[in-house]
């Protein structure tokens, strides 16, 4: 690997430094090491990013008169529509008011509903949690798996009952889920399978777009997102039926050829939001590369940082959208230093870490289901309260405790950047016993 001036002074410092620290060290054409000294400090760009085209677009769907789907006169809606299943791969696209509604809009169109159970994950928004209860159907959690911290298919196995009616495995961090594994699950099993990919717009399964496995995928262009509208989701399916039951649900009254079950809502996107997502797509293509090249960088650096394991990607994973940066960090191997004080010295030094999700199974929203009259009524009180057994996830909760992220903007700094956090972070590991005791 062709490496700059700059670099090899940094890889030269480094060498020393890994000693002390228990890292591997390496020459200018192997894995780079990383090095306890501290560059000067460089902000991640925010986000989102935006111009003129943008504004263009905006002031444009202004001008036209037309602000919503329901005017008949859809022109941006569909237009983003239209680029966002050629760009996935997809022979259907339905666009939503938000992530949330694109799952319950597909749960609606799976007539998904009281006595069914839908398998989902622990580790993820509460949005795939209450798309399920929005429907008075059973969440059940299948338990993470540590390395990758995707949803297991051992778990989702065990899971599966008489009454389970579709799987919703999440593919968290803009990293695919074990498709090969969860596919194969769904097929012998013949429970539907519907992908929440709303954080991996544009991450591949073996060279294949994810949301396309099964019978669709739901995507969020939230104002975290990789794409975003602010608020926005959308539907993806090579089936057509299922995709004009989605827009029938989405859409009041609806007006596809196809069976409603006489269920339905309001969720469309507006030309507002199909206009932004049309002038953000221009810069996707760009923006991947670069936070693909920073974190396959990145990881090679913190891989060899003791007691920081970065997120396993499944060999099937050809693409990761890296909506996030994961990795779990231990304690023990940082002098026993707390994960919320090694999260406070990285804040110090001006990156921009999160803790991760907390449990869901475990948290007040979700155990306040086992209460809730209306399920007690649907379930029973003894299988609501049979219910909070099923749901425990052991693996999950180690996950929780020791996981860190790194969001997706902070990948689209540059290379020196990333040599920065992967020097900070061994220089916390130098400095974990003083920083213990303070």
Same mark, same amino acid.
């Given at each position: 690997?062709?490496?700059?001036?700059?670099?090899?002074?940094?890889?030269g410092?480094?060498v020393?430094?890994?000693?002390?620290?228990?890292?591997k060290s390496?020459?200018?054409?192997?894995t780079?090491s990383?090095?306890?000294?501290v560059?000067k400090?460089?902000?991640?760009?925010?986000w989102p990013?935006?111009n003129?085209?943008?504004?263009?677009a905006?002031?444009?769907t202004?001008?036209?008169?037309?602000?919503?789907?329901?005017?008949?006169?859809?022109r941006?809606?569909?237009?983003?529509?239209e680029?966002?299943?050629k760009?996935?791969?997809?022979?259907?696209?339905?666009?939503t008011?938000?992530g949330?509604?694109?799952?319950t809009?597909?749960?609606?169109a799976?007539?998904?509903?009281?006595?069914?159970e839908v398998?989902i994950?622990?580790?993820?928004?509460?949005?795939t949690?209450n798309?399920?209860?929005?429907?008075?159907?059973?969440?059940?959690?299948?338990d993470?798996?540590? @390395?990758s911290?995707q949803i297991?298919?051992k778990? +989702?196995?065990?899971? !599966?009952?008489?009454a389970t009616?579709? /799987? =919703?495995?999440?593919?968290i961090?803009g990293s695919?889920?074990n498709?090969?594994e969860i596919?194969a699950?769904?097929?012998?099993?013949s429970?539907?399978?519907?992908e929440?990919a709303c954080?991996?717009?544009?991450?591949?399964w073996?060279?294949?777009?994810?949301g396309?496995?099964?019978?669709?995928?739901?995507?969020?262009f939230?104002?975290?997102?990789?794409?975003?509208?602010?608020?926005?989701g959308?539907?993806?399916?090579?089936?057509?039926?299922?995709?004009?039951l989605?827009?029938?649900?989405?859409?009041?009254g609806?007006?596809?050829?196809?069976?409603s079950?006489?269920?339905?809502?309001?969720?469309?996107?507006?030309?507002?939001?199909?206009?932004?997502?049309?002038?953000?797509?221009?810069?996707l293509?760009?923006?991947?590369?670069?936070? @693909?090249?920073?974190?396959?960088?990145?990881?090679? +650096?913190?891989?060899? !940082?003791g007691?920081?394991t970065?997120? /396993? =990607?499944?060999?099937?994973?050809?693409?990761s959208?890296?909506?996030l940066?994961?990795?779990?960090?231990?304690a023990?191997?940082?002098?026993?230093l707390s994960?919320?004080?090694f999260?406070q010295?990285?804040?110090?030094?001006?990156i921009n870490?999160?803790?991760?999700?907390?449990?869901?199974?475990?948290?007040?929203?979700?155990?306040?289901?086992?209460?809730?009259?209306?399920?007690?009524?649907i379930y029973?009180?003894?299988?609501?309260?049979?219910?909070?057994?099923?749901i425990?996830?052991?693996?999950n909760d180690?996950?929780?405790?020791?996981?860190v992220?790194l969001p997706?903007?902070?990948?689209?700094?540059?290379?020196?950047?990333m040599?920065r956090?992967?020097?900070v972070?061994?220089?916390?590991?130098?400095?974990?016993a003083?920083?213990?005791k303070a």
């Amino acid at each position: 690997m062709k490496e700059s001036l700059s670099r090899r002074a940094f890889i030269g410092s480094a060498v020393g430094a890994s000693l002390g620290l228990g890292l591997k060290s390496a020459s200018a054409d192997q894995t780079p090491s990383v090095s306890a000294s501290v560059p000067k400090k460089k902000a991640s760009p925010l986000w989102p990013i935006w111009n003129s085209t943008e504004e263009n677009a905006i002031v444009e769907t202004l001008n036209s008169g037309h602000w919503g789907r329901g005017d008949g006169a859809s022109r941006k809606v569909r237009s983003f529509e239209e680029a966002f299943s050629k760009k996935m791969n997809a022979r259907y696209c339905v666009a939503t008011s938000s992530g949330t509604t694109a799952l319950t809009t597909a749960l609606g169109a799976l007539n998904i509903g009281p006595g069914d159970e839908v398998i989902i994950s622990p580790y993820t928004f509460v949005a795939t949690f209450n798309s399920v209860t929005s429907s008075f159907a059973l969440p059940i959690f299948a338990d993470s798996d540590l @390395e990758s911290f995707q949803i297991d298919p051992k778990r +989702m196995a065990d899971a !599966i009952t008489p009454a389970t009616k579709l /799987l =919703l495995p999440v593919h968290i961090g803009g990293s695919p889920a074990n498709i090969d594994e969860i596919s194969a699950l769904s097929q012998s099993r013949s429970v539907p399978l519907i992908e929440d990919a709303c954080q991996a717009p544009f991450a591949e399964w073996r060279g294949q777009p994810v949301g396309s496995f099964g019978m669709g995928g739901c995507f969020s262009f939230q104002a975290s997102k990789n794409l975003t509208s602010g608020e926005g989701g959308a539907i993806l399916s090579n089936n057509e039926s299922f995709a004009n039951l989605c827009y029938d649900f989405h859409n009041p009254g609806g007006t596809k050829k196809s069976l409603s079950s006489g269920r339905g809502g309001n969720f469309r996107m507006t030309e507002i939001q199909g206009s932004i997502l049309l002038a953000q797509m221009q810069r996707l293509d760009e923006q991947y590369k670069h936070r @693909e090249a920073n974190a396959l960088y990145l990881r090679q +650096m913190m891989s060899q !940082i003791g007691g920081i394991t970065p997120s /396993l =990607l499944y060999p099937g994973c050809t693409r990761s959208a890296w909506h996030l940066f994961k990795f779990r960090y231990n304690a023990s191997e940082f002098s026993g230093l707390s994960r919320t004080k090694f999260v406070q010295a990285l804040v110090k030094e001006k990156i921009n870490p999160s803790y991760g999700y907390t449990s869901l199974p475990a948290s007040t929203h979700v155990m306040a289901l086992a209460n809730n009259p209306h399920y007690q009524k649907i379930y029973g009180r003894k299988g609501m309260a049979d219910w909070v057994g099923r749901i425990q996830c052991p693996v999950n909760d180690r996950l929780v405790q020791e996981a860190v992220w790194l969001p997706q903007y902070t990948l689209l700094s540059s290379r020196s950047e990333m040599e920065r956090i992967a020097s900070v972070i061994a220089g916390i590991k130098k400095r974990s016993a003083q920083l213990t005791k303070a």
